[in-house]
């Protein structure tokens, strides 16, 4: 099973007032520490001694919108990450979009947001490659936070069980006489598993043996499709919005050895895909940090709990 990416933020994305309603953000960011911890960007952030960041994609492949992370195409991003962090650590790889995320030509479109895993977020494949995943990193403990160096060797940073991480899906389509057809054909996990109804499914550990920096690619656990809702805007289109959970069923420990500085966890299931024959205005991801609890050993770094914090969004248009 496998999973992708997006990018432009809503509020860049030139849609209408009544659009940026349907998928408006549904949380108040929060942040809570073991120590003092200071307010971050949207989407990435760092103690004394800590990184970590959250990526959403969103993406067009061919005839549907949704959200898959099957291809395995390159970005010509950063290979090291020295190079990444000398970037602002805020790579968000896209893919054949204008500058308002929309979608040209009828082959793989991406727009990805957020701050994404240095280097690579794929366990296989080469340094500076991207799928369209979305999902989570954190980094063991460095003594020079945002340079790509210092990186303790030995130390060990945890992500706690049971760490959630949930994403709000918006679609927003024409009504055309086959606007119920395509939303009732909405896909999760499995393209024959249409979300019409509360989903539930789990994800397993996925190491990263092949990357150089990365240590893992998923952590182990289980996720939830809410029932979504199909609203008829009244105004000749249709919004249809649901939320997926993603939650941690294991501690996961990342042990700096060699070169390996990073952990991930994706936290979407395999595919979200809209039958697009039928059209659509936008496709849009919100994801947040709902609770995760990152503690440190081997450095003086205090441990990290998130609350409702990171919220990050990626649109994707048809125009």
């Known amino acids: ?8 933020e809503a509020q860049q994305s030139g849609l209408s007032r009544r659009q940026l309603a349907a998928g408006a953000a549904w949380a108040t960011p929060v942040i809570a520490a073991s120590a003092v911890v200071p307010a971050y960007a949207a989407s990435t952030g760092n103690t004394a001694g800590s990184e970590y960041g959250l990526f959403v994609t969103t993406i067009c492949n061919g005839g549907f919108p949704g959200y898959t992370q099957s291809d395995n195409s390159g970005f010509d991003g950063p290979t090291t990450p020295q ?33 994404y895993t240095p280097v690579t977020n794929i366990g296989s494949g080469r340094d500076g490659s991207y799928t369209s995943a979305t999902g989570f990193w954190f980094s063991v403990p460095t003594t020079a936070v945002k340079t790509g160096t210092g990186y303790v060797p030995g130390s060990k940073a945890v992500l706690k069980a049971g760490a959630r991480f949930s994403t709000k899906v918006t679609l ?6 086959n606007w119920q057809y395509t939303v009732n054909h909405i896909g999760v996990a499995r393209t024959t598993q249409y979300w019409t109804k509360p989903l539930t499914g789990r994800l397993n550990d996925l190491p990263a043996t092949n990357a150089k920096y990365l240590s893992n690619a998923n952590v182990a656990g289980t996720w939830n499709a809410s029932a979504p809702t199909i609203k008829d805007n ?27 500085y990073y952990g991930q966890v994706y936290i979407l299931p395999g595919v979200i895909e809209v039958y697009g024959g039928y059209g659509f205005d936008s496709f849009t991801l919100t994801s947040q940090v709902d609770s995760a609890t990152i503690t ?10 998130l609350n409702n914090e990171l919220q990050t969004t990626s649109t994707i248009r048809k125009c």
């Open 234 to 260: 009244g105004d000749g289109t249709a919004t249809f919005t649901g939320t997926i959970t993603y939650t941690t069923s294991k501690d996961y420990t990342l042990t700096q050895s060699g070169s390996k």
């Open 296 to 305: 440190y050993s081997g450095a003086e770094v205090p441990n990290v709990q």
């Open 172 to 177: 927003l389509l024409s009504t055309t006489s």
């Open 1 to 8: 099973m496998t999973l992708e990416k997006s990018s432009t």
């Open 83 to 115: 190079a990444y962090w000398a970037n602002g650590g805020t790579y968000t790889p896209t893919m054949n979009v204008t500058s308002e995320g929309c979608v040209r030509g009828s082959g793989m479109s991406k727009v990805g947001a957020g701050s």
